[in-house]
């Protein structure tokens, strides 16, 4: 059998689980807490790699990367000016997006965060588009989508805990937890120190505000909330209708929010959740006093931002970076973690020369196209 890039194989499981669709929708995701780097664009060029292996197998595909700009705020970069530090206490539990940008050039923080990625990704011939979270939250599917799971919260929390007792979590979901994260509407945070009380209606919970003192009433059918992420995640699914999602490999671990949304699409809404590629994440190394490797982190502003690797490097060698790492089996294995280096970007450079002149060769000279073929794939994903 052909072995081909795990992209298709990725495409061909998505048809087979989605048979008959008329677009297939991959979904990428990220939270504008600080500097959006190189690897949490992992998730944007693998779903795009999935929507072009559709494409080319005949399918139609869109994509979107979907932006958290309604979680909460909880620590400013160190990388912000000093400024925005003093004063980031008013702004801790509220939305990214009801924050001002620290630097003063964007309507809001979430905005400046993406707008570097938004602006760039053009460049790397990626063809998903943004979609913010506050449009998904307003849209009446999701909405209707949620208040089944309100009317249903018995059986959401039966669901939920059966993941985790399987997982062997001790703590489970109470018997009276509603799904819903109210926002406090005196100070506006949207955390977890917003506390619910009780519903007073159907759709309406009273809550207090641990921060400011507020006692009020949410509205959910109004959105003055949002639903906490394990079950605004797999609604997100539904209201966008996405067959392929990446995903760290963090949620291959029994119990993680991946499991439990799949759960909630099988048993809940008896529909099959989106085909994942799971993978590990790119650390940064340094050299210069013995080797040191760094998690990337958008709060500390380590990693690159896709638009300062352009300074550095063209786009193709970063696709490519991200997709010549293979998984034989995409349901259990994790693509390699990546350890980014700054001083060897050249070297990043020469092997993806190197991968494109063997590319030349097998396709000019037609050697072997059969065993080759994760080659020739890998170069037309990354270019
Ligand atoms: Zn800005
Ligand atoms: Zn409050």
Redesign the pocket.
């Known amino acids: 059998m052909l072995y081909r890039h795990f992209a298709y194989r990725a495409a061909e499981e998505v048809v087979k689980r989605f048979p008959g669709k008329d677009v297939y929708i991959v979904e990428a995701g990220a939270t504008p807490s600080g500097k959006i780097h190189l690897g949490n664009f992992n998730d944007v060029i693998i779903s795009d790699a999935v929507l072009k292996a559709l494409r080319n197998l005949g399918y139609n595909s869109n994509g979107f990367l979907v932006i958290d700009s309604r979680d909460p705020f909880r620590q400013p970069p160190i990388f912000a000016p000093k400024e925005f530090i003093r004063e980031s206490e008013n702004y801790l539990g509220k939305p990214f997006i009801e924050i001002p ?6 309507e809001n923080y979430a ?2 965060f993406v ?1 570097p990625v938004e602006k760039n990704m053009d460049k790397y011939g990626v063809e998903i588009g943004i979609k913010w979270a506050q449009e998904i939250h307003g849209n009446p599917v999701f909405i209707k989508l949620l208040l089944r799971l309100i009317d249903e919260r018995k059986r959401v929390i039966e669901i939920y805990n059966d993941v985790r007792r399987r997982a062997g979590h001790l703590n489970l979901y109470p018997e009276d937890w509603i799904p819903f994260r109210p926002q406090c509407k005196k100070c506006g945070r949207i955390d977890e120190s917003v506390e619910i009380i009780g519903l007073t209606d159907k759709y309406k919970v009273k809550y207090r505000c641990r921060s400011c003192g507020n006692i009020g009433i949410a509205d959910i059918e109004k959105m003055e909330g949002k639903p906490p992420w394990r079950i605004d995640w797999p609604l997100r699914w539904i209201a966008l209708d996405v067959s392929f999602e990446p995903l760290g490999k963090d949620h291959m671990a029994s119990g993680s929010g991946y499991e439990m949304g799949c759960s909630l699409l099988r048993k809940f809404f008896g529909r099959e959740p989106p085909i994942p590629v799971f993978y590990d994440f790119v650390y940064w190394v340094e050299k210069n006093n013995g080797k040191k490797v760094l998690k990337f982190s958008k709060r500390k502003g380590v990693g690159l931002g896709i638009d300062e690797w352009l300074k550095y490097a063209p786009p193709e060698v970063l696709r490519f970076q991200i997709l010549r790492r293979d998984v034989s089996n995409i349901f259990s294995e994790a693509l390699s973690h990546w350890d980014f280096d700054i001083t060897q970007i050249p070297q990043y450079v020469q092997s993806f020369d190197k991968f494109e002149e063997t590319y030349f060769n097998i396709v000019e000279r037609a050697i072997d196209q059969v065993k080759n073929q994760v080659i020739v794939d890998t170069y037309l994903l990354s270019v």
């Open positions: 940008d620290p630097w003063g050039c964007h905005e400046h707008d």
